[in-house]
């Protein structure tokens, strides 16, 4: 009789209500900043970028979504869902900022993260979303997020070969 190897899954090493030893927590909470802090400064950059901010502006933009990312997470850890999850920016809104601040500028920007976050938390609060998820197969959420990658396929491009940049020190846009 042939004996049959069998190819073992990846067991989730702690689960979702498991207690962690402080030790292991405060490296798995570095390993998940890290992970997150090149995404949410990446949204500014790109964002920026494409608007025609200066570099100092830019700047002013990550430190901005930094301390927003901080406070987001300190709620939520608190009176939100208390999972330890560090929140940050989120990509499916850069085409859309984008073109609010290249037609309207910075403050339609502000003004219009300030009015989308104050309708997406009603919008959690009142449990919308639990209901409506239901209408959204995989196969929708996965045309939604690779639509939004097309979206920002050039801006990516150009920032890969440095098409902003001028050795004079202002931008070739």
């Known amino acids: 009789m042939e004996k049959v190897e069998t190819i073992e899954k990846p067991v989730l090493k702690i689960g979702i ?54 406070i987001a997470t300190l709620l939520q850890t608190t009176i939100g869902s208390r999972y330890p999850i560090v929140q940050g920016s989120s990509f499916a809104f850069i085409p859309g900022l984008i073109a609010i601040g290249a037609s309207l500028g910075m403050a339609a920007v502000q003004g219009a993260l300030i009015v989308g976050g104050l309708i997406e938390a009603l919008i959690g609060w009142l449990g919308v979303i639990g209901r409506v998820r239901k209408l959204f197969t995989p196969l929708v959420t996965g045309v939604t997020i690779t639509l939004i990658g097309f979206s920002l396929a050039d801006v990516a491009v150009k920032n890969f070969f440095n098409f902003y940049a001028d050795p004079s020190g202002g931008t070739l846009l």
């Open 17 to 70: 209500e498991e207690k962690v030893e402080p030790a292991k927590a405060l490296v798995f909470g570095i390993q998940h900043v890290l992970a997150m802090f090149g995404a949410t400064v990446t949204v500014p950059l790109v964002v920026g970028g494409a608007i025609g901010l200066s570099g100092d502006q830019i700047a002013l933009m990550i430190q901005a979504v930094l301390l927003a990312m901080g």
